[in-house]
C-alpha cells in the first residue's frame, strides 16, 4: 500500500475544544478530524476515522470468520408486516422508524434484524443437516434515540456487526455461545480493551440469557454491579442482590395511626420513629389499559426492567394522580390493603413475604396503618425479585458487599430460543423428520461505539493515543522543514520504504511550523513519528517517538536501521 501525503490528505484538525462535545472520545473525534455531525446523533466519517474503522471491522470479521461465521448483507428496509408478526411494531416504541412506499406498504427501518434473517432462514433451512449455522453481518442501522448524545457513544444511525446463530435445540445453542463469548472477549483484547463480561436482560430482544460487554467508565450510560469477592457481575437492570428478612416476631394486629404531613417514605418513618426498612412503599405504573400497584419495602427501589419481564409487557410508565385515585389509593397514603377488588393489578417484590408488621398506608389522607403483614393483609397477582440492587448489598453468591459500576456496553449477546422463529414459521425436520422451530442466538457489536470506546480508554490531555491494532496508521512520517530538498526527499524515502513493507504511512509534508506539526502529531494520536529536523539530518540520523509512553530513539538516517527500530516500537503499542 503506498504512503498518504498529509497536505493530499482530508485531515482536518481543530485547536480548540467543541463545545458542543461532554465525552473525552466525542472532542477528540471532532478535533483530530475522525467525524462530522450532520444532524443530532448523525455522523460523517471523514477519511481518517474511516481508516480507523475499517481495522476495527476486519478484527470483528476475523473472529467471527474463527467461529464458523459466514458474512451476509441484509436490507435496511424491512415490510413491516414481519415486525407485527413478532410482536416488535408496536413494543418498540418510536425509537422504530416507519413509513410507507409508493405503494402504501408500511416499512420500518432497521434498528436489528432478527426479523429478517429468521425469514431468510425460515425459505432456506429445512433440515437439520444445515445446522448449525452463524450468519453475520456489518452494516447500518437506525434507531430515533431520544438522547443522542457523546458523539458515536449514542447515535441514531450506526454500524454494527449483528450475528444470528440456528440449532437443533437448546443444547447446542448452549455448546456455541461461550465461542461466541470468548470471541467477543478476543475483539475487544485486540482492540486494546480490558471489558467486563456482565449477565444482562434480554429486554425487548426476548430469549433465557444474555451477557454484555461493558467498558468500565466514569462517563458511561449504563450501570452494573460487580462483586469484589466471586467475580459476579451484572447489569443493574437484572442484577440480584441479597435481602436481608427480619427475625421471627408475631404478627400484631393492624392499627391506624395519624401521620399529618408524611406524604414521602423518609417522612413517615422518621414520624413514627421505625427504620424504613420497616414500611410498604407503594409505587403505581400503568401497563396497557392497566394501573399496576407495586409493594416493596421502604429502604428499597424498583427496578422498572425486572417489573416489565415479571409483567410479560414492554409498556410500562409512571401512572397518573387520576389513574392512582380510580382505584381507590390516595396518593402519599396508598394502601394494598382493599385496593384488589377495584381493578389494579398488585405486584409485591419479594422483599415483603419476608417482613413482619410493616407501616404502610391507609388509603386515607393524613393516616397509616401499623402491622401490615403479606399475605395476612393483602393479597397479589404477581410476586417476585423487582428491587434494584445497590452498592452495598450482599452478593447472592458470597455475601460480599457489591459494587456499583458505571460503564459503556460494547457488545450484548443473547440466547434467542425459538421466540422469533415460532412466530415467523421458521422451521426445519429434526432427525426423526418432525418439524420443529429453529433454536436462535443473537449476538451484536457496536463498531463505532467499540472504536469511541478505544479512544475513551487511551488518550491524554494531549489527544489521542491510538494501540497500534486499530490505529488509523502506524507510523507518522514528518519533515520539519519540507521546504528543504534533504528533509523532504528523506523523509519520503522513509515513508516509502515503510509503507513497501506493509506499514500504514502518513507523511506530514504540509508547509507548516514545527511546532504546528508535533501539535498534530499528538492530537491524531498515530503510535509511532519518525521526525526529520535540521539537527538530527545534520548528524546523519532521524529521531523517532512511540506515543503511548514517550519513549524516544534516535537512528541512523539509513532506511533499513529505521525500518528495524520502528517495528521495535510498534510492537510495544501494539494494544
Known amino acids: 500500500m503506498p504512503y498518504v501525503r498529509w497536505s493530499r490528505y482530508f485531515l482536518p484538525t481543530w485547536k480548540e475544544e467543541p463545545a458542543e462535545a461532554d465525552l473525552p472520545s466525542h472532542k477528540l473525534m471532532l478535533r483530530a478530524g475522525l467525524i462530522r455531525p450532520l444532524a443530532a446523533g448523525i455522523y460523517t466519517y471523514l477519511p481518517f476515522g474511516?481508516?480507523?474503522?475499517r481495522k476495527v471491522e476486519a478484527i470483528v470479521r476475523e473472529e467471527m470468520d474463527t467461529i464458523g461465521g459466514a458474512e451476509l448483507h441484509m436490507p435496511i428496509v424491512h415490510p413491516a408486516e414481519l415486525w407485527a408478526r413478532t410482536g416488535r411494531l408496536e413494543d418498540f416504541g418510536p425509537q422504530l422508524v416507519r413509513f410507507a412506499d409508493r405503494a402504501g406498504r408500511e416499512m420500518v427501518l432497521g434498528p436489528t434484524h432478527e426479523e429478517v434473517v429468521t425469514d431468510l432462514a425460515r425459505r432456506e433451512i429445512q433440515s437439520w443437516r444445515q445446522l448449525p449455522l452463524m450468519l453475520y453481518q456489518i452494516q447500518t442501522k437506525f434507531r430515533d434515540e431520544p438522547r443522542a448524545r457523546g458523539g458515536l457513544v449514542r447515535v441514531r444511525e450506526f454500524t454494527m456487526k449483528d450475528g444470528y446463530s440456528f440449532h437443533e435445540d437448546a443444547s447446542d445453542l448452549d455448546r456455541y455461545y461461550p465461542e461466541v463469548y470468548r470471541a467477543y472477549e478476543r475483539i475487544f483484547r485486540r482492540c486494546g480493551l480490558a471489558t467486563v463480561a456482565v449477565e444482562a436482560d434480554p429486554g425487548l430482544m426476548g430469549g433465557s440469557g444474555s451477557h454484555e460487554f461493558m467498558l468500565m467508565s466514569d462517563q458511561g450510560e449504563d450501570t452494573f454491579v460487580q462483586c469484589p469477592g466471586c467475580g459476579y457481575a451484572a447489569n443493574r437492570e437484572g442484577a440480584v442482590a441479597v435481602k436481608s428478612s427480619d427475625p421471627d416476631e408475631?404478627?400484631?394486629?393492624?392499627?391506624?395511626?395519624?401521620?399529618p404531613g408524611c406524604y414521602t417514605i423518609e417522612a413517615v418513618a422518621g414520624f413514627l420513629g421505625v427504620p424504613t426498612r420497616k414500611t410498604a412503599k407503594a409505587v403505581f405504573f400503568r401497563a396497557g389499559a392497566r394501573v399496576v400497584f407495586v409493594v416493596i419495602r421502604g429502604d428499597l427501589e424498583v427496578n422498572e426492567a425486572k417489573l416489565a419481564r415479571l409483567l410479560g409487557t414492554a409498556e410500562l410508565a409512571p401512572a397518573s394522580?387520576?389513574?392512582i385515585a380510580a382505584i381507590g389509593a390516595v396518593p402519599g397514603y396508598a394502601s394494598p390493603i382493599g385496593i384488589s377488588a377495584r381493578g389494579a393489578m398488585i405486584v409485591v417484590d419479594d422483599s415483603i413475604p419476608q417482613a413482619r408488621n410493616l407501616v404502610a398506608g391507609a388509603n386515607k389522607e393524613g393516616f397509616h396503618l401499623r402491622n401490615v403483614n403479606f399475605p395476612r393483609d393483602f393479597q397479589a397477582s404477581l410476586v417476585g425479585d423487582i428491587a434494584l440492587a445497590r452498592d452495598g448489598d450482599?452478593?447472592?453468591?458470597?455475601?460480599?458487599?457489591?459494587?456499583?459500576?458505571?460503564g459503556i456496553e460494547l457488545g450484548h449477546i443473547f440466547k434467542l430460543g425459538t421466540k422469533y422463529s415460532q412466530a415467523l414459521g421458521a422451521t426445519f425436520l429434526d432427525r426423526d423428520g418432525q418439524a420443529r422451530p429453529l433454536v436462535m442466538g443473537c449476538y451484536g457489536i457496536g463498531i463505532g461505539r467499540l472504536l469511541a470506546a478505544v479512544i475513551e480508554a487511551h488518550h491524554d490531555e494531549e489527544g489521542i493515543v491510538w494501540p497500534a491494532s486499530v490505529a488509523p496508521f502506524h507510523v507518522l512520517v514528518t519533515a520539519l522543514n519540507p521546504e528543504g530538498d534533504q528533509h523532504l526527499a528523506l523523509a519520503t524515502s522513509i515513508a516509502a520504504r515503510l509503507?513497501?513493507?506493509?506499514?500504514?504511512?502518513l507523511l506530514d509534508d504540509r508547509k507548516r511550523s514545527p511546532?504546528?506539526?508535533?501539535?498534530?502529531?499528538?492530537?491524531?494520536?498515530?503510535?509511532?513519528?519518525?521526525a526529520v529536523g535540521p539537527r538530527s539530518l545534520r548528524r546523519g540520523q532521524v529521531e523517532l517517538e512511540r506515543r503511548c509512553d514517550g519513549v524516544r530513539d534516535v537512528v541512523s538516517a539509513d532506511l533499513a536501521a529505521i525500518e528495524r527500530a520502528v517495528g521495535d516500537l510498534l510492537r510495544a503499542a501494539s494494544g
Request: include cysteine; charged fraction near 30%; aromatic fraction near 4%.
Open 321 to 323: 394522580e387520576e389513574e
Open 50 to 53: 474511516w481508516r480507523a474503522l
Open 394 to 406: 450482599p452478593c447472592v453468591r458470597c455475601g460480599a458487599p457489591l459494587r456499583v459500576r458505571r
Open 250 to 259: 408475631g404478627l400484631r394486629p393492624v392499627e391506624e395511626v395519624a401521620t
Open 499 to 505: 509503507a513497501q513493507h506493509g506499514l500504514d504511512v
Open 515 to 530: 511546532g504546528e506539526k508535533f501539535h498534530d502529531a499528538k492530537l491524531v494520536g498515530i503510535p509511532v513519528l519518525a
